[in-house]
């Protein structure tokens, strides 16, 4: 769906999915030459990450292989706490891999921080994290993010993977939404 589609729910579009669509090209760009003869293993955060993952590997001129990672974390409302839980491992041995994490949005950087923690533990070549959305407070935070498609405004957006109660992931463009859809 478009952001035309739902109108009454959003209060206005932060990034059209031409502009992520373009954003999105140039990271990948840069992630081809600093990847430049090695292959790397793209680490999918679900659910919000399906968007930036399938666009990602499409726009990398480079082989790569791909997997995925669920995680839940606690917190009520919009708001993470950092006490993390993994609902699905990875299928593969990231031993001597080069592991690019793959995220849709980092806020206060709390659930990164763990899982950077964890895939470093299993021996990896390394690990890097790239994500589409960027928050104010994830700029202060101990996590080092190498490649960020936009950062945004401390406000909570949906669309292009983003949910709120579910919904607004298969929305192409990103948006925040109306008052009344919290109510
Ligand atoms: P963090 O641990 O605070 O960095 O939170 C990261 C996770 O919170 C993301 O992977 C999203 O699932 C969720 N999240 C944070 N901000 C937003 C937002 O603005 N819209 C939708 N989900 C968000």
């Known amino acids: 769906m478009d952001a035309t589609d739902i109108a009454q729910d959003?209060?206005?579009v932060l990034y059209t999915a031409e502009q992520?669509?373009?954003?999105l090209k140039e990271v990948a760009a840069q992630i081809d030459?600093?990847?430049?003869?090695r292959e790397v293993l793209l680490v999918g955060v679900l659910n919000g990450a399906v968007m930036v993952m399938a666009d990602l590997s499409r726009a990398l001129k480079s082989h790569c292989t791909m997997d995925?990672?669920?995680v839940s974390s606690y917190g009520s409302g919009t708001k993470s706490s950092g006490v993390v839980r993994i609902l699905k491992d990875l299928s593969t041995d990231i031993l001597d891999k080069?592991?690019?994490i793959v995220e849709d949005i980092v806020d206060t950087g709390l659930t990164l921080s763990y899982l950077v923690q964890n895939l470093q533990s299993r021996g990896p070549a390394s690990v890097e994290i790239m994500t589409m959305f960027r928050k104010p407070e994830a700029q202060t935070s101990d996590v080092d993010v190498?490649?960020?498609?936009?950062?945004i405004p401390n406000e909570f957006v949906v669309g292009y993977g983003l949910d709120y109660a579910g919904r607004y992931r298969n929305?192409?463009?990103v948006g925040t939404l109306a008052a009344h859809v919290y109510s």
């Open 33 to 37: 030459a600093d990847y430049a003869g």
């Open 20 to 23: 992520v669509d373009g954003r």
């Open 171 to 173: 929305l192409r463009d």
């Open 10 to 12: 959003l209060e206005h």
């Open 68 to 70: 995925w990672m669920a």
């Open 98 to 100: 080069d592991v690019l």
């Open 146 to 151: 190498k490649y960020v498609g936009f950062d």
